[in-house]
């Protein structure tokens, strides 16, 4: 089973903060890379930040760049991803994605596994 599977999600005021949790313990292989992508109604998925697993190094989108944090517990193949400063434009479905393949980290097509994804929501 390598479906990683996000935790997390739920209802936040705007200028609210929300953690999502992404295990992906299913892995066997630590080489790998770890992304969060959204997709709200009528728009396209779009990449929000991605982790390379080894290095700790991480990656984000202009819109989640100070403000959200991406973060891995090495020994137990999770990540955080922490949200501050939440707006009505955040409000999406949040899927997890990991691959062991190199590839552009911002693509939804590098990624080969998908978790079924986590609803947020920022409305007051």
């Known amino acids: 089973q390598v479906q990683p599977v996000e935790s997390g999600g739920g209802l936040v005021q705007p200028g609210g903060s929300m953690s999502l949790s992404c295990d992906a313990s299913?892995?066997?292989?630590?080489?790998?890379?770890m992304a969060w992508f959204r997709q709200a109604p009528g728009k396209e998925r779009e990449f929000v930040a991605a982790?390379?697993?080894?290095?700790?190094?991480?990656f984000y989108s202009d819109s989640a760049k100070d403000r959200f944090t991406f973060t891995r517990d090495n020994y137990r193949n999770w990540a955080t991803l922490q949200m501050n400063s939440l707006q009505s434009d955040d409000t999406a479905v949040y899927y997890c994605?990991?691959?062991?393949?190199?590839?552009?980290?911002?693509?939804?097509?590098?990624?080969?596994?998908w978790g079924q994804g986590t609803q947020v929501t920022v409305s007051s």
């Open positions: 982790i390379e697993w080894t290095t700790g190094n991480p």
């Open positions: 299913g892995r066997t292989s630590r080489r790998y890379l």
């Open positions: 994605a990991t691959t062991n393949r190199g590839g552009n980290v911002y693509l939804a097509s590098t990624y080969s596994d």
